[in-house]
T-cell receptor, first 111, second 112 residues
């Protein structure tokens, strides 16, 4: 059973609008949670990495939140741009160094 | 700093052949991990090397193997290729296991 679940599977938004992606995990004990952006045909690029003591972290227009109690994280994209069209992957690291990957959310930004 | 580089970028092989993929991590990074990505399965962890030692291994058959050299460069080998091995193979490096991984562009393997 996948220990990291992402939702929605895909979404379409208009340029300039905001959107929020969700990540629920069951990995325990938990070390850190990472969000990656992957453009089609390219390797993932790290957006944020958070430990259990961090509630929020921003990287430009990307803001990630973490609730370690409920084991939920979200990635908020503000004022979306066409270049935000990509797959966003949530990755959770346990203390055994193993990484658990979500299936990703595909975001399509339309003009 | 130069990023993670992978060679070759594209590869076409036939069933039964073997293939070796190469990864050069970011200078100073000692941890190198390999992943397989397919449309249906997403990112699947293959193995991780740290200072020439395999520290973690995913659930892949023994046909998949790897190694890391003293300069942290890593190679991955797949023997007796199957059609289902067609995928994007990604390499990622990090200074250590608890820091952000930086991914390479990947090697796209097509098995005919």
């Amino acid at each position: 059973k996948n220990q990291v679940e992402q939702s929605p599977q895909s979404l379409i938004i208009l340029e300039g609008k905001n959107c929020t992606l969700q990540c629920n995990y069951t990995v325990s004990p938990f070390s850190n949670l990472r969000w990656y952006k992957q453009d089609t045909g390219r390797g993932p690029v790290s957006l944020t990495i958070m430990t259990f003591s961090e509630n929020t972290k921003s990287n430009g227009r990307y803001t990630a939140t973490l609730d370690a109690d409920t084991k939920q994280s979200s990635l908020h994209i503000t004022a979306s741009q066409l270049s935000d069209s990509a797959s966003y992957i949530c990755v959770v690291s346990g203390y055994d160094y193993k990484l658990s990957f979500g299936a990703g959310t595909t975001v399509t930004v339309r003009a | 700093k130069a990023g993670v580089t992978q060679t070759p970028r594209y590869l076409i092989k036939t069933r039964g052949q073997q293939v070796t993929l190469s990864c050069s991590p970011i200078s100073g990074h000692r941890s190198v991990s390999w992943y397989q990505q397919t449309p249906g399965q997403g990112l699947q962890f293959l193995f991780e090397y740290f200072s020439e030692t395999q520290r973690n291994k995913g659930n892949f058959p023994g046909r998949f193997s790897g190694r890391q050299f003293s300069n942290s460069r890593s190679e991955m080998n797949v023997s007796t290729l199957e059609l289902g091995d067609s995928a994007l193979y990604l390499c990622a490096s990090s200074p250590n296991e608890r820091e952000t991984q930086y991914f390479g562009p990947g090697t796209r393997l097509l098995v005919l």
